[in-house]
């Protein structure tokens, strides 16, 4: 018989670790906010996330990364999901550790996978061609919003038909929805970040408390019980308090934001329902993001992530803004506008269109004469989006975009006068992509047994990526790739060939010196453009008897940059790139030691 308990075991440290049990809430109601948070980046937080974040924290269930990170921008494949969510629902019934063909019943995530098949939570992918018992699990594809959705309500035992045919999920979403444990902005085929299935969970689990209100006024800075959201024409909702709980009248339609992101058809409507871009009657927010580990990559067809920010101020008297500026270093075919928002809140200012008078690298926002008015000495500060062309609307890959400098002009409230201040600040190079890297990470334990033998596994490496919005014939290959064999101890390496899942092929790699090098990489192996994949080297490994302390590992150790190859090439199909936006090193492999 299964039961709901509380279970506080360690994961590895490789996973973002949930533990909490659901149980009856036998104390006084809990109060719900943003505390001081223990991860290093947990200032770029938004509101919701933080708060959700706060409250598994504060239960002490809540596990960051090694580096003393969160991370709400990765995302989560399909066993970490799993490995996490099955804590809600701990059994001292024995487990068959052999329920997907392949989920292998040594690997860290079989128990919670296959404790989830037992109970009926998970049934594999549904395949026509194939047996019930023979349908795979596909534990490294990122695990989708509705599959999120299913497996929590099966958890929190939420009342719901099963749902069977082509849309098996609805029945699931519909429960949900019912309780308001849907998360707005994300939608059915939508892949969870581990930001927003922290949101979702925590959402699931103060409804389980029976404060689930208390909890949804929390994330949307509201405390006023009685100051209800707003409900856009499409069901997504958005908040509509203010943080001290006073009721905004938002916009009837379009409603401005999707997930905390204004995107190209999204700007301000006035209250008559007259179309105004630059309208700033009514404001709307973008909360400052969080870390994107493919920040300087701009995808086609897609809103970036902040490519600049400005502090400019009045020493001698107060300023009437009348116009943003946004200058590039060189014209961009790619860019459509950028977005401009005020840094202390997130306010959504208004669209920079290309102002072809002053030049074809010149975006301007427009705004009316004394909706900004800036105290003198007082600091204006304000960061931009930019909106690209999709590929097939006449975006460009692989175009060089850098902002020169921002700049605000306006008049001078005493004296009448002209204003004009720019940046001198050196802003980070973008290029366009039709797709992009979002990360690589080690796709096996972190530590483990060193021994010698022949075609061994040396290590794994889990790619995943997306593609620009509707540009359905882009690719995501790597062609080329760079290895470091970190070795101690006198282990020596030879013999290196590259496999992948999905194929049962091998590719040949060549080694000098401590370096392995995959020329000319198939795409059979490292294209994953609309699937996450993971790919292994394997090799013969010597390790001396002699050696009492060895290790080895695989680094794949230089992102690159716009101007300096890395240790990775890749192709979006049209250009190729040898960089990544990423750290350094960009991954590192099991940790093999005696």
């Not at 799993?82 to 997907?100: N, P, T």
């Amino acid at each position: 018989m299964h039961i709901i308990r509380p279970h506080y075991r360690l994961l590895p440290l490789f996973l973002l670790v949930l533990l909490f049990g659901v149980l009856p809430n036998l104390s006084a109601a809990r109060i719900y906010d943003a505390s001081p948070l223990p991860y290093e980046d947990s200032a770029s937080f938004d509101a919701a996330t933080a708060v959700s974040v706060s409250v598994l924290t504060e239960e002490g269930v809540l596990e960051g990364n090694p580096d003393g990170t969160f991370r709400p921008g990765d995302y989560l494949n399909r066993a970490e999901f799993m490995k996490i969510v099955m804590h809600f629902y701990a059994s001292d019934d024995a487990v068959d550790l052999r329920c997907f063909p392949d989920v292998a019943s040594n690997v860290w995530y079989a128990e919670p996978v296959c404790r989830a098949k037992q109970y009926g939570i998970v049934r594999g992918n549904a395949d026509p061609d194939l047996a019930e018992n023979l349908w795979r699990f596909e534990p490294t594809r990122r695990v989708q919003y509705e599959e999120a959705i299913k497996v929590l309500v099966k958890i929190f035992a939420i009342p719901s038909a099963d749902g069977e045919g082509d849309h098996w999920y609805v029945p699931y979403l519909d429960a949900a929805a019912e309780r308001n444990l849907t998360l707005p902005g994300l939608a059915v085929g939508d892949t969870l970040t581990r930001g927003e299935m922290a949101r979702l969970t925590a959402r699931f689990f103060a409804h389980s408390e029976g404060d689930l209100q208390a909890f949804l006024n929390a994330e949307q800075g509201a405390v006023n019980e009685f100051c209800e959201p707003y409900v856009c024409k499409d069901g997504t909702i958005v908040p509509a308090c203010t943080p001290d709980g006073h009721q905004i009248n938002y916009f009837a339609e379009p409603c401005l934001t999707h997930g905390g992101q204004v995107t190209d058809d999204e700007d301000p409507v006035d209250q008559d329902g007259d179309e105004d871009e630059n309208d700033n009657d009514n404001a709307t927010f973008d909360p400052l993001p969080g870390t994107n580990t493919s920040a300087n990559i701009l995808l086609l067809g897609e809103t970036s992530s902040i490519m600049g920010a400005a502090t400019l101020f009045s020493n001698s008297e107060p300023v009437d803004i009348r116009d943003i500026l946004v200058i590039l270093e060189n014209p961009s075919d790619s860019v459509d506008h950028f977005l401009v928002y005020m840094q202390d809140d997130g306010e959504y200012l208004g669209r920079a269109s290309r102002d072809v008078t002053r030049g074809t690298n010149y975006y301007r926002l427009h705004l009316p004469s004394s909706a900004r008015m800036v105290d003198r000495r007082e600091e204006f500060q304000f960061y931009v989006r930019a909106v690209t062309k999709g590929f097939h609307d006449g975006g460009e890959s692989g175009e060089i975009v850098e902002i020169d400098s921002l700049r605000l002009e306006g008049n001078g409230v005493w004296s009448s006068e002209s204003f004009g201040q720019s940046t001198t600040d050196d802003y980070a190079a973008f290029e366009t992509s039709r797709s992009r890297i979002t990360r690589i990470a080690n796709a096996g334990d972190t530590e483990d047994t060193l021994f010698s033998g022949n075609n061994i596994t040396l290590g794994s490496f889990r790619l995943e990526g997306e593609v620009g919005d509707g540009d359905g014939s882009a690719k995501l290959h790597i062609t080329n790739l760079d290895v470091t064999i970190e070795q101690h101890g006198g282990v020596v390496v030879s013999d290196v060939t590259l496999g992948a899942d999905g194929t049962t092929e091998r590719h040949n790699c060549s080694v000098a010196s401590n370096m392995i090098t995959c020329a000319s990489i198939p795409e059979s192996f490292t294209s994953f453009d609309d699937v996450d994949r993971v790919m292994t080297f394997y090799g013969d490994v010597t390790v001396p008897d002699s050696a009492s302390s060895a290790h080895l590992r695989l680094k794949i150790n230089d992102p690159g940059t716009t101007v300096s190859a890395g240790d990775v090439t890749w192709t979006d199909g049209t250009s190729v790139f040898t960089w990544l936006a990423s750290g350094f090193p960009v991954a590192v492999s099991t940790n093999y030691m005696r």
